[in-house]
């Protein structure tokens, strides 16, 4: 569906935007990939590895409505990966959090409909739900706006849909990295917030597969969440060095014990398919498809129990030290 269309990231020079840009290239024959961000340094490195002719490369800030909608112009499909990630930084500013994550939304959504664009997916996080940090508190302002942008759009033809997954394994500022420069440079403990901290645990690859693949499953509105596993953090810091004694720190401003993707307050709402959940919108869409059981694909759905939350403690699935000890090597040679 990707061939001889052009498709725009917002925040494309992270972590993310690199693994999409990739996939994509492998994939399919684009008319023209473009990375809207604000770090000119950022893409003059990406322009290096990534230098096909369809690539196109866009100064701008979510922030900017302006840029943002010429930025659009003749798209066809948006992926938005743009925001402001780090918690603790988001809790000590918070107004520059909400200026991009809640105000670059809007803009997004905007200039998507001003320009026709058919699909959009924002990408959103396990922190979102039932957020205690800003950094949630906004991505759940942002889930919103991406959800009624659905009802928006009236005639429009553009749709919306949020994708939520949880801690990306090995992306840029994430714990993976931290404990590898830690234990190559001599350090004699690892620090762990507390003892009992679980996290959800995706690759970038899966989360990119999950992302190409609901673009072919939305109808609009739609919150996906992929099945994945969790991770004991010390299991974590175990499977990197097993030698090296842990140092309790304790949780960090507006962190949770444990992540939560599907809130039990929103299960009424919630439709488990094979390999991932989606929440359906809790308002109704006059000019929309509302029925959410059977997906673009013809792929079918069936509603879980009432009170069914999906957190990182109570998850089926465990990485074990020998999975994570792969995983973590994967990740940290690519």
Known sequence: MFNDKTILITGGTGSFGKKFIASILAQYQPKK????????????????????ACMRYFIGDVRDAQRLDMAMRGVDYVVHAAALKQVPAAEYNPMECIKTNVGGAENVIQAALNNGVQKVIALSTDKAANPVNLYGATKLCSDKLFVAANNMAGNNPTIFSVVRYGNVVGSRGSVVPFFDKLIKSGAKSLPITHAEMTRFWITLQQGVDFVLNNFKR??????????????????????MAPDLPHDIVGIRPGEKLHEIMCPADDSYHTI????????TPSITFSSRNNDFAVNALGEHGVPVAQGFEYNSLNNQHFLTITELQAMNQQVLTE
């Open 218 to 239: 939305m109808k609009g509105g739609e919150l996906f969440v992929p099945k994945i596993p969790s991770v004991r953090i010390v299991d974590l810091a175990k499977s």
């Open 272 to 279: 488990e398919f094979k390999d991932y959940y989606v929440i």
């Open 33 to 52: 990939l473009i990375v809207y961000s604000r770090d000119e340094l950022k893409q003059f490195e990406m322009q290096q590895v990534f230098n096909q």
